[in-house]
């Protein structure tokens, strides 16, 4: 995944940036141990991705359209 920090000594501060993809119901854990020389993790940001899944009024919109292309084919053959 990312770099290994484990029995990391002091260093400057780095910003480490993932991009991860869940089914929605993953855990997402840290592990922490308090050295004397020690690092701190702060500002960790979870944000929700794209699903790809279309809103109620754009699938209504979809069969609208598909309702009236019906009916202006069937007047054409009337």
Do not use: C, H, K
Request: glycine residues 16%.
């Amino acid at each position: 995944m990312g770099p290994s920090l484990l029995n990391a000594g002091a260093f400057a501060y780095t910003q480490y940036t993932y991009v991860l993809s869940s089914l929605g119901n993953d855990t997402l854990q840290f592990q922490y141990r308090q050295d004397p020389s020690y690092w701190g993790l702060d500002d960790i940001v979870v944000t929700q991705g794209s699903t790809g899944v279309p809103e109620p009024g754009t699938i209504g919109m979809l069969f609208g359209g598909l309702g009236l292309i019906v009916v202006g084919l069937r007047r054409r053959r009337a």
